[in-house]
């Protein structure tokens, strides 16, 4: 049965983290959003394009960027994934209301999962942490330059636990941008969850504080899995 996990929450809430640990654990394919943009806007090959410009300043101010671009880009890509027989899983998409449902003349994320998943495989889960573990969460960790996986905030040294790469400091990871990523979450993004009640959709509220295979356990229980001793 293939299935979609939509995964919300603040900056350093530990999106990608419980994305990754489904991935690798239920062979989920983890759409993260924020990675796929991030490439684009920084590619070399494409700063001449002005809407790649246009982008990247709002992607490394710590702005959400253009919604009808983000949506244009994601349904292409959900719609081949679900052509491939894939369940995936969402960390950091979507982030405004017209991603998630659209308008009259140009359809949502959410009504495209419903046409290739049925509506009963979508499930919402909510990360709950405290502004100011965003923060401290966010201004100290790195990312793999290799693998692209975050590495928690306590991590010694400078290469990556998975692969050995060296670590590096996002443009994004800085007390002042983080703020603005929070404003614009408060704002632009949280608004959806009260706007799925309304589409009679379930949000799962977890902490998002607890160690992440704490997580990742109520993850799976709330998806149905038998968790294993």
């Not at 996990?5 to 603040?10: L, P």
């Not at 790649?52 to 960027?65: A, P």
């Not at 692209?148 to 306590?154: D, G, R």
């Not at 983080?178 to 404003?183: D, G, P, T, W, Y």
Request: positive net charge.
């Amino acid at each position: 049965m293939k299935r979609v996990v939509i995964i919300q929450g603040k900056p350093g809430s530990g999106k990608g983290t419980q994305a990754n640990l489904l991935s690798w654990a239920k062979g989920f394919f983890h759409f993260d959003t924020g990675k796929e943009v991030e490439w684009i806007v920084h590619d070399p090959h494409k700063q001449s394009d002005p809407i790649i410009q246009r982008e990247r300043i709002l992607w490394d101010g710590g702005k959400l960027m253009t919604p009808e671009w983000v949506l244009n880009f994601v349904t292409t890509k959900v719609q081949e994934i679900a052509k491939a027989g894939l369940s995936v899983v969402f960390s950091g998409s979507p982030r405004t209301l017209f991603e998630a449902f659209g308008d009259k003349n140009t359809p949502g994320l959410i009504q495209t999962l419903e046409k290739s998943y049925e509506r009963e495989n979508i499930f919402f889960i909510f990360l709950d942490v405290h502004s100011d573990a965003s923060i401290f969460r966010n201004t100290n960790r790195k990312v793999c330059s290799i693998c692209k996986i975050p590495v928690l905030a306590n991590h010694p040294g400078d290469k990556c636990p998975i692969c050995a790469g060296q670590l590096y400091k996002r443009v994004l990871d800085t007390p002042e941008t983080i703020k603005v990523r929070l404003e614009e979450f408060e704002n632009r993004t949280k608004p959806i969850i009260e706007e799925l009640g309304k589409h009679n959709y379930s949000v799962n509220k977890i902490s998002g504080e607890s160690m992440p295979f704490e997580v990742h356990q109520k993850v799976l229980k709330i998806l149905g899995y038998e968790m294993r001793k």
